[in-house]
């Protein structure tokens, strides 16, 4: 559990700094996520998805 909460933590991290550093950059990054049509998105969040899993595994061998 307590590995869960600091991934979250490390997430909400990462995030917020984005927001905090470079508002106007999200703001164009929305606009071109607009114009990519909807399957190529969930495309992209498939591949992210499975990328987490691979590294989730890839860290669990090397006993993290």
């Given amino acids: 559990m307590g590995t869960i909460l ?11 700094l984005v927001y905090v550093l470079a508002p106007s950059l ?8 607009r114009q990519i049509p909807e399957p190529a998105r969930r495309q992209v969040g498939l591949l992210a998805v499975v990328s987490g ?6 860290a669990h061998q090397f006993g993290v």
């Fill in 26 to 33: 999200v703001e164009r990054m929305l606009e071109a996520l």
């Fill in 6 to 16: 600091l991934a979250l933590g490390l997430v909400l991290i990462v995030e917020g």
């Fill in 53 to 58: 899993l691979i590294l989730l595994w890839v």
